[in-house]
């Protein structure tokens, strides 16, 4: 059973969590603990996932009477002053004293160790089958952003806009998906993940329309990109928090990996499909109508998705058990329900925090950086890949766009191979007494890196010469796209398991600062490659990507000093750092099965 009491205290005043979590003394390797039930060969027999609050397993078997929710009482008094109690120096009054002896007598509901209705104990179908849900959104997501892109000159010349003006179909796009995750992240983490997924699916088909109708004017199509980037966000801030909540750390390295790689291959197969459009007998109108089917869609697959955020459903729990026996139940609370829910705490939570672990966060700030130059260059690319293939070797749009499927081949193989990567934890879960340390999913990324540097210079000294084969090029794009997934779903897992609880709010942060510098890409990246040329514009991409190449290095190896200093990163693997270094067995017996 699963108890969130202390947990959620952490999310609303990290720092004297941290704090108390930090000076708890380790457990005694003298007496093991032995898991409250028995081992089996399927994902119930797993530990309890580490993106959900820190947890206490039930000592003792279940009772017979399995139904009965699991609580926790208060073991302490509240302190003098708090919570309505009379101050220090002060006489308690009779309804001071009355408020104490109910608080006191309340009971935190958890989840049973093997209770179906906790995420990480569903059926392991019905978790991949929601894990292929939210990537298809989020390859719903993509797609859009990058459609537009091979119709400028069309968008142009039919509205009567300058080429700069109709490349801002893809620059306000990008724009939204830097507002967006302001809310869509630590919002979820408020009220639950299912309600604004929706939401954002419905406003993301409803907003194609302002491409796709006749009637549309240059103004209406530039204001419902941007608000459709706004909705199209969603799925890249909320898919990693589901995730979070359904898979064991184990697994959850797998499942991220496949998320992740869908990240780019809605904006790798859209030059594609634009380029055959346009040329074509269709409209340019179509690139959005094909987005409007292909979202509703996705809105119809998306309602299946379920609520998987544990303090929401422990929340609705509660509330049934007391709306069902109000006198047996009435002092059980969920402990998403002592939230401050006043406009300032929200106002902080929603739109602040985001914002301020990306200040305070050493390690989300880095990431991010290195990030914003992956993602960058892949926005790039729809720009001077056209000036290669089309210019240098004299492709049609639509064959030139089927080189960016080159990419999708090396992300492909980047997800095989972090997936490779992650079965290490299958040693690794039980050595560090299931507190993995994050650093461990950082090999991606130091293999990616050195790949990612030497591609981009072997696509811009290959592609600039007529006299080599278009085939060059298109090689170094399959390594290109293997260094830039490993880095990517390398890193985005790092985050997810560093900031645990508040993983949406860290992804938040992440994507509105990679979204920004992608949304700047189109406008100056053409003038870049005319003044600069294919060879030396390039190897400016490529000497930026050589600055990140030491920092999964770095992160790797002082990593955890980094985390020792956070608000906001449990750092559950530090209590027994030591222990684990000097070759001391493991206190927990655990047996984990992928």
Known sequence: MISHASELADELDPLPAIAQRRTMPTRPTSAPLKPAHPASTDEKSLDEDDTQPMVRRRTTQPSADDSQPIVRRRTTQPRAGDDGTAPIGRRETKEQAFDRETRAAEQALAWDDDDPRCPTNWSTGYRCWLTAIVSLCTINATLPSALPSV?????????????????????????????????????????????????????????????????????????????????????????????????????????????????????????????????????????????????????????????????????????????????????????????????????????????????????????????????????????????????????????????????????????????????????????????????????????????????????????????????????????????????????????????SLYAASALAGNTLVRSAFAASMPLWISQMYEALGIQWATTVFGAMALLCVPMPFLFWRYGHRVRGASAFAPCLDLAIRDEVLHGAEPDVETKAVV
């Open 151 to 499: 119709a400028v000159r069309e968008i142009s010349a039919d509205l009567g806009i300058s080429v700069e003006v109709a490349q801002l179909t893809t620059s306000l796009f990008l724009l939204g998906y830097v507002a967006g995750p302001i809310v869509w992240g630590p919002a979820s983490e408020a009220l639950g993940r299912k309600p604004f997924f929706v939401g954002a699916m419905v406003l993301c088909t409803v907003f194609q329309l302002g491409g796709s109708l006749p009637s549309a004017n240059a103004a209406a199509l530039l204001t419902t990109r941007f608000l459709a980037g706004v909705s199209a966000s969603a799925p890249l801030v909320l898919s990693g928090g589901v995730l979070a909540d359904i898979w064991h750390p184990i697994q959850r390295g797998a499942a991220l990996s496949v998320w992740g790689v869908s990240v780019f291959y809605g904006t790798l197969c859209a030059p594609s499909i634009g380029g055959f459009v346009i040329t074509s007998y269709l409209s340019w109108r179509w690139l959005f109508w094909l987005q409007l089917f292909f979202a509703a869609a996705c809105l119809v697959v998306v309602l299946f998705l379920p609520e998987t955020y544990g303090p929401v459903l422990l929340m609705r729990r509660a509330k049934q058990l007391r709306r069902e026996e109000p006198e047996k139940y009435a002092h059980i609370y969920a402990p998403l329900e002592r939230a401050d829910n006043s406009w300032r705490s929200l106002v902080e939570r929603t739109l602040l925090r985001p914002l301020k672990m990306l200040c305070v966060e050493p390690i989300l700030l880095l990431i991010t950086i290195y990030h914003s130059i992956v993602y960058g260059l892949l926005y790039g690319l729809l720009s001077s890949l056209p000036l290669i293939f089309e210019g240098v070797h004299g492709q049609s749009p639509g064959i030139a766009g089927l080189n960016f499927w080159a990419i999708a081949v090396g992300a492909t193989g980047a997800m095989v191979t972090n997936i490779l990567l992650f079965r290490r934890y299958l040693w690794l879960y039980p050595k560090w007494q299931g507190n993995v340390p994050p650093e461990e999913r950082l090999y991606g990324a130091m293999i990616g890196g050195p790949i990612l540097v030497i591609s981009i210079l072997w696509l811009g000294w290959t592609g600039a010469y007529a006299s080599i084969s278009w085939v060059a090029p298109m090689l170094s794009l399959s390594m290109m796209g293997l260094g830039m997934s490993c880095i990517f779903l390398s890193l985005i897992t790092y985050l997810v398991d560093t900031y």
